[in-house]
């Protein structure tokens, strides 16, 4: 018996969710694109980044590359590679001073996006203390569990 004002949990229902709903036989891939559309999409997303990046518009270069990248839409690794390494001739040619700046200016979703970006080049063999600034920069502003969001997130960049 609850006194009065406490919670009563011997009658609680604790299964309100049905987590049933997030089990893997009922995950959809997302749609891909063909291979042919694939690789026109990430020359045009090439195009696009190096062109901000040739005027010294990095941050132009930076929402360019995190505005739907056509990576995330491609499971073909060399496709894949190529985007991240557009994005890092961006990320490399921002100052030191001017990387808080620049990822404070980003949402949510972006942030976790530049933080998938990150682990790429890094996997690619990048210049390590560039990606280790942005990578600091981004846990600052969005907190820890960005990391977690970027790992955890099915579609990689």
Request: net charge negative; charged share 25%; with cysteine.
């Amino acid at each position: 018996m609850a006194a009065s004002g406490e919670l009563d949990y011997a009658k609680c229902n604790y299964r309100q969710i049905n987590v049933d709903q997030w089990e893997e036989d009922l995950y959809v891939e997302a749609e891909t694109m063909s291979s042919a559309d694939a690789t026109a999409a990430i020359a045009r997303f090439e195009t696009e980044v190096n062109n901000a990046v040739n005027r010294n518009d990095f941050a132009g270069a930076l929402r360019t590359a995190l505005n739907n990248p056509p990576s995330l839409q491609t499971n073909e690794e060399p496709l894949k590679k190529r985007a991240a390494e557009a994005v890092y001739r961006c990320l490399s040619g921002v100052k030191d001073a001017d990387i808080e700046g620049m990822v404070n200016g980003l949402d949510q979703p972006s942030q976790d996006l530049l933080m998938g970006f990150v682990y790429r080049c890094m996997s690619l063999g990048q210049d390590g203390g560039k990606l280790l600034k942005f990578h600091a920069a981004i846990v600052k502003a969005a907190g820890i569990a960005c990391i977690v969001r970027a790992m955890a997130n099915r579609t990689t960049v």
